[in-house]
């Protein structure tokens, strides 16, 4: 049998304890010094536990902060709340909420976490926003934000009018980034245009239309335009079309815009489904400089790309990438009516694999056609007609196929139209650019097209990061309203990656600031009470997220400050 005892040893006026195991041996107990627990007197303090700070302290409860607060600045430096209450309603005053504000909370959310306006009353709260918007909770609600939507865009029942201000803000919004963040010295502004579709919920709004996208699929959708800068990525004007709209369709409406903004004219790059005579000779006449691709389709652009040869060497290479090394020659040509400025380029690696591509096609099928000229002999007319199809398909125009009457011989006869697979080596890998700026190099106006994708990177950050769709809302003016907050959201993230951009100079920036983006949003703001005093504080705020903010100016955001607690109304 053992169980512990707690013994006493007096030394000198003080009595010491320590505990003790004894074990009982038969008739016998053997006790064993297992630990010193210290003098007597002390251990009424030794039982009681310490008091810590945090015992002292009062914790509110916390707010997502990082990511919320470094949108917010840019929003204000942006001018985002006055621009649009002005803009909006300039004989009216607002003490609490307003359309400034309301839509730029909303395009806070949707750059962050997308939500829909009826659940954008749950999230505001959870965030830092009310009160750097200086708004209570209750307000944030989905008619409120419903309701803004309508200062931007709204419908006159009684004439049938559209009054659509976003065009007014896009414009303003554009000439104070540009006059903050002006071009380099006697540099003008380079601006892509493209289209983009958008999927459609509902089917009242006269917008969405049935109509074709990259996926091929026919579906309700609107169209998205867009003018984005290719100095720093940041948005022009954009336009909202009904979604059966070709994008060829849309340049007098562009070039009209253009001729309204305070934009000194420069260089225009769009891409060659938009290009014909007509817009050429548009964009001349506005003063403007165009760079753009020639579709193949074109009999001039198939005669310049066979006619030119491109002497492969370092004189003539302009860009190498993993897609392969492009090489390009600069020529004159008749081209739309007039001598023109003709660029044509070639992948050497793209133009190998489009060539073994049709070699490798067209020996399939001249496999299949021996196949049925062998098995098709009793076959009737239409019926090898029918197969004959299946197995050409679209290479029709690369081969001769002809179908005998008589059962003596082979029915199917077949030959490779050699002059046309020939003149189709002549295009392997080669494309057509025109530029009616004579002045440009070859090198500069070659990767000024093919760099003319950053406007695709601006789609996929409305279509995947905002998820600006499906777009549900039915009514027209909210619809335009809804796709101008979007591009609010888009405005607030390109700033923040022109500002990573600007202090790293490094060409990823897009992902650095995707990944501080990420940091800030485990950073958390609390009130902690001690005593008398409030103290804000920051949490989780790693050294990686410290540096990238000291980087762009942005440290200061997150200072701890410490107020009275009868300042603070606590």
Not at 231 to 254: C, Q
């Amino acid at each position: 049998m053992t169980y512990m005892a707690i013994k006493r040893h007096k030394r000198g006026d003080r009595v010491y304890l320590a505990e003790y195991k004894s074990t009982r041996v038969g008739k016998k107990v053997i006790s064993k010094f297992v630990r010193y627990i210290g003098p007597e007197d002390r251990q009424n303090d030794i039982d009681k536990p310490k008091r810590r700070v945090l015992d002292r302290l009062q914790l509110n409860r916390s707010y997502r902060a990082g990511d919320v607060r470094v949108l917010w600045s840019i929003a204000k430096d942006l001018g985002f709340c006055e621009l649009i209450d002005t803009i909006c309603c300039p004989k009216s005053s607002f003490e609490g909420s307003s359309p400034g504000k309301l839509l730029t909370a909303w395009a806070i959310n949707r750059a962050l976490d997308p939500e829909s306006a009826t659940k954008l009353e749950r999230w505001v709260p959870t965030t830092e926003l009310p009160m750097l918007l200086g708004l209570p909770e209750d307000v944030f609600t989905k008619d409120a934000f419903l309701n803004a939507l309508d200062f931007v865009c709204s419908k006159s029942e009684d004439i049938d009018y559209m009054h659509d201000l976003a065009p007014d803000i896009d414009k303003t919004l554009y000439e104070r980034w540009r006059k903050a963040n002006p071009l380099p010295n006697g540099q003008k502004e380079t601006i892509a245009y493209d289209m983009t579709t958008l999927l459609f919920f509902g089917v009242s709004c006269p917008l969405a239309e049935l109509g074709y996208n990259p996926d091929r699929i026919r579906r309700l959708q609107v169209n998205l335009a867009l003018l984005v800068s290719g100095w720093d990525k940041f948005p022009l004007m954009h336009f909202v079309y009904e979604g059966s709209r070709h994008s060829a369709s849309t340049i007098k409406n562009l070039l009209t815009g253009l001729s309204n903004s305070n934009v000194e004219p420069g260089m225009l790059i769009w891409d060659r489904g938009n290009v014909s005579r007509n817009h050429v000779e548009l964009v001349e006449e506005s003063g403007w400089k165009l760079i753009t691709g020639v579709p193949k389709t074109l009999n001039e652009a198939k005669e310049i790309i066979a006619q030119t040869e491109i002497h492969i060497g370092p004189e003539s290479l302009v860009r190498s990438s993993r897609a392969g090394h492009i090489y390009a020659e600069k020529n004159v040509h008749q081209l739309y009516g007039k001598v023109r400025s003709t660029f044509v380029y070639q992948n050497r690696e793209r133009g190998v694999k489009d060539s073994d591509a049709r070699n490798e096609a067209l020996h399939t099928i001249g496999s299949d056609l021996d196949s049925l000229a062998d098995k098709g002999g009793i076959w009737s007319e239409k019926r090898l007609h029918a197969k004959i199809g299946a197995i050409v398909g679209p290479w029709s125009d690369y081969i001769d196929v002809i179908v005998s009457r008589n059962q003596n011989e082979s029915r199917v006869k077949w030959s490779y139209k050699k002059k046309e697979i020939r003149q189709a080596e002549k295009q392997d890998g080669k494309w057509l650019i025109l530029s009616t700026d004579d002045s440009i190099s070859t090198h500069k106006v070659v990767n000024a097209y093919l760099e003319k994708d950053f406007i695709e990177k601006v789609f996929r950050v409305i279509k995947t990061q905002e998820e600006i769709e499906p777009v549900r809302h039915r009514l027209e003016n909210r619809v335009k309203a809804y796709i101008f907050v979007s591009l609010l959201a888009y405005r607030l993230l390109a700033v923040l990656q022109w500002r990573m951009k600007q202090a790293s100079g490094a060409d990823d920036s897009w992902e650095s600031a995707n990944d501080l983006m990420q940091d800030l949003a485990r950073v958390e703001k609390v009130n902690v009470k001690f005593g008398n005093e409030i103290k804000t504080l920051f949490l989780n705020i790693s050294d990686r997220t410290s540096k990238s903010l000291k980087a762009i100016g942005m440290i200061d955001l997150f200072k701890e400050e410490t107020v009275l607690a009868v300042q603070a109304g606590m």
